[in-house]
């Protein structure tokens, strides 16, 4: 009875915070005496599979069938709790994303299983099962039991600091029954933002906002991103300005985001923009408003010009 960690393929490789997740399913594998077996949907090669045993993981059960290239939830759902079913597992870990969370949520309704969101630590099972949940957009945590006979535990991103070992994993070919019902709302084209690093996955973010004071001087910003490999975001109102795309915007309304490092460089701080970032490991803001709210929030602090410190911050990082 192995834990069974459901996994997202974007472009024919395993999401970041999909192999958090397996290794987060691992070390609970090990925890509970079993091992840790991997449900990949979708287009991929075996060996870009196979590398999930470099997170623990010890088998992945690859269902490839055209219909499901395209992350439809209903059938992604089904295909998830018939793994269940085979597998024998009572304990099935994911990471949490648009797509993450609708599966979930169908598949603890299917299967009548407790369902934690925003998990943050290992379980304790010291005396019963118990996690711990992130709350209040990261400003708290909760204790959490859970008592049903399944338990879906949905991992916060960039929450777990993950280990890799030399091994690799089998990839067995999984057929499970799709339903043509399944198939009703029929997926004719999906539009995805372009760009080497992409927001959601960012493990560094270079963010401003109107201090720019206008779409021709993001320059600077998109410089000290390609010098750390970093992703852009901005404001809200930078995107409702249209000075730069709207899936750039973070914040309560737009990407939550939580990279290791989240640089906001002439953003004042309001709590929507907080809500979303404030679970980023380390927060640096630059404003030469040394009153701006930010600061409270912010790990590090530079009051200066965005104009003046945004290039010395490049230079110094490429010459590093």
């Keep these: 009875m192995s834990v069974l960690i ?23 594998a090990k925890m ?4 840790a077996t991997v449900l990949a949907i979708g287009t991929a090669t075996d060996d870009e599979l196979a590398k999930v045993g470099t997170f623990g993981a010890l088998k992945v059960l690859h269902a490839n069938d055209p219909r499901l290239a395209v992350g439809n939830i209903q ?33 603890a309704a299917k299967l009548k299983a407790s369902i934690v969101s925003n998990v943050t630590e290992l379980p304790d099972f010291s ?6 949940r992130s709350i209040y957009t990261g400003k ?14 949905a991992i916060k991103k960039n929450a777990i600091s993950i280990v890799e070992s030399g091994n690799l994993a089998t990839v067995e070919v999984f057929t499970p029954t799709l339903k043509d019902s399944d198939f009703v709302v029929k997926v004719i084209g999906t539009h995805k933002e372009s760009g080497t690093i992409l927001l959601p996955e960012a493990d560094l973010v270079v963010s401003a906002g109107r201090s720019l004071k206008g779409p021709e001087n993001w320059s600077i910003v998109e410089d000290l991103a390609n010098a750390l490999g970093a992703a852009t975001a901005c404001s809200k109102p930078v ?29 004042s701080g309001a709590i929507q923009h907080l809500a979303g970032v404030n679970s980023s490991k ?39």
């Design 239 to 267: 995107s409702d300005l249209d000075w730069r795309p709207h899936s750039e915007h973070v914040g309560q309304t737009g990407i939550k985001v939580s990279p290791n490092l989240y640089i906001a460089a002439g953003i």
């Design 32 to 35: 509970k005496g079993t091992t």
């Design 75 to 107: 059938a992604y759902s089904d295909v998830l709790s018939m793994a269940v079913a085979q597998e024998g597992t009572t304990i099935i870990i994911l990471a949490m994303s648009s797509l993450g969370n609708a599966v979930a949520a169908r598949v």
């Design 127 to 132: 005396n019963g099962f118990k996690v711990t």
């Design 282 to 320: 380390i927060i640096v803001v630059i404003n030469k408003d040394p009153e701006a709210p930010f600061f409270k929030a912010a790990d590090y602090g530079i009051v200066g010009d965005v104009f003046d410190i945004l290039p010395r911050l490049t230079k110094a990082v490429k010459a590093l």
């Design 140 to 153: 708290a945590f909760a204790k959490v039991e859970m008592k049903g006979d399944k338990q879906i535990l």
């Design 6 to 28: 459901f996994t997202e393929i974007d472009n024919g490789a395993l999401k970041k915070s999909s192999l958090e997740a397996v290794y987060y399913g691992s070390e609970v």
